[in-house]
């Protein structure tokens, strides 16, 4: 295990599987940082990406286009902190328009394009508890980060490497320090 830490339950879905969610939820508000496009005959054009630069309301393809694109001079890191923006403004979305009534209604549409380990109950159980997550007080972590990825020859390809001992630590540090500033008491309200 390269990060170190068991998986207790999973949720799996595919391209369609994340246009379904999107489109379930009524299309999410992105500000698309810069014009993107790239076009590719190897899936017969079906994921192409054409967008614009500018504040756009996205459904699941528009939406998918945006999570893709990798082509900026930091490639994937880009992209993986452009699906952080994504995922955030998705959660908030669905905090602000979505009742606990409608949250059938999101699984079934979605139901078709997931493999999970959780029955139904635990899957309504969780999207509930979501309701109670303060979305912009999340801590969001590249992993690995940028500081202990290796530069690594394999075969005649330049690929990214990481130490897989260093890279626990710095997770096992993580989970400490966010437990330690959990159990801190605030010194709001204290005099």
Do not use: C, W
């Not at 939820?25 to 500018?54: P, Q």
């Amino acid at each position: 295990m390269v990060i170190g830490i068991p998986i207790q339950h999973y949720v799996y879905t595919d391209f369609t599987g994340f246009m379904a969610l999107v489109d379930a939820v009524g299309g999410i508000e992105i500000d698309v940082e810069k014009d993107m496009y790239y076009t590719s005959k190897a899936d017969k054009h079906m994921y192409d990406i054409d967008l614009k630069k500018g504040l756009q309301h996205m459904d699941g393809k528009t939406a998918l286009q945006y999570v893709r694109f990798r082509h900026d001079a930091t490639s994937d890191f880009t992209r993986t902190e452009r699906q952080r923006i994504f995922m955030t403004e998705l959660a908030k979305k669905m905090q602000s328009t979505t009742s606990l009534f409608k949250i059938p209604d999101i699984l079934e549409a979605i139901a078709p394009y997931i493999e999970t380990d959780l029955s139904p109950t635990q899957m309504l159980k969780l999207a509930s508890l979501g309701f109670d997550i303060h979305v912009n007080d999340i801590d969001q972590q590249q992993i690995p980060p940028n500081k202990l990825l290796t530069n690594e020859l394999v075969g005649s390809a330049q690929v990214l490497g990481v130490d897989v001992t260093k890279l626990q630590s710095y997770i096992h540090k993580l989970f400490e320090e966010d437990a330690v500033s959990s159990e801190t008491p605030s010194s709001e309200g204290q005099n």
